[in-house]
T-cell receptor, first 107, second 113 residues
Framework: DAKTTQPTSMDCAEGRAANLPCNHS???????VYWYRQIHSQGPQYIIH?????ETNEMASLIITEDRKSSTLILPHATLRDTAVYYC????????WGAGTKLIIKP | ETGVTQSPTHLIKTRGQQVTLRCSSQ?????VSWYQQALGQGPQFIFQ???????GRGNFPPRFSGLQFPNYSSELNVNALELDDSALYLC????????????FGPGTRLTVL
């Protein structure tokens, strides 16, 4: 079973920040949090990952709480092309995927 | 630097047949993982190949088998196809084993009639 819990769907206005939450209360100390997204049956696209510190790259920022039981993916200025299913994954021996969050960016 | 490629893009087979799907890993990557994604669900791990050896397997029957070649490309073979095998099959490559980030190809859509 997936070790993460995400909302089924979210909306965000174009140009605003999209904040996607994820709960991973059973995460172990050496397990990373990974985020991928999948645009309509294409291959998943890697976004970002982190262990305990906040991370930022050209696509997004990842905020991990101090107790590591939850995290938030932030897309700073969402565009229509960011509409996708976003998966939060706790990476141990393998990637175990849940159902993800369907993010819809509205004009 | 080329990304992960998969072939064919789409495939239609009938129940009982056998199928081979192919994956070329990203340049410099020696590890390939295969996933099955049914409609509306997240991907499910099938197995991983690291330096030509199977390096981990998910909950899939033995009729799902694989191979990795010296150039680190890989094949997924499925025998005795069942209707439930209809899915998007994804290949991901990573630099070294389980610890590194996996980068996915576009997938092969398999339909079993």
């Amino acid at each position: 079973d997936a070790k993460t819990t995400q909302p089924t769907s979210m909306d965000c206005a174009e140009g605003r920040a999209a904040n996607l939450p994820c709960n991973h209360s059973t995460i172990s100390g050496n397990e990373y949090v990974y985020w991928y997204r999948q645009i309509h049956s294409q291959g998943p696209q890697y976004i970002i990952h982190g262990l305990k510190n906040n991370e930022t790259n050209e696509m997004a920022s990842l905020i991990i709480t101090e107790d590591r039981k939850s995290s938030t993916l932030i897309l700073p200025h969402a565009t229509l092309r960011d509409t996708a299913v976003y998966y939060c994954i706790v990476k141990g021996y393998q990637l175990i995927w849940g159902a993800g969050t369907k993010l819809i960016i509205k004009p | 630097e080329t990304g992960v490629t998969q072939s064919p893009t789409h495939l239609i087979k009938t129940r009982g047949q056998q199928v081979t799907l192919r994956c070329s890993s990203q340049s410099g990557h020696n590890t390939v993982s295969w996933y099955q994604q049914a409609l509306g669900q997240g991907p499910q791990f099938i197995f991983q190949y690291y330096r030509e050896e199977e390096n981990g397997r998910g909950n899939f029957p033995p009729r799902f088998s694989g191979l990795q070649f010296p150039n680190y490309s890989s094949e997924l073979n499925v025998n005795a196809l069942e209707l439930d095998d209809s899915a998007l099959y994804l290949c991901a490559s990573s630099l070294e084993g389980f610890t590194d980030t996996q980068y996915f190809g576009p997938g092969t859509r398999l339909t079993v009639l």
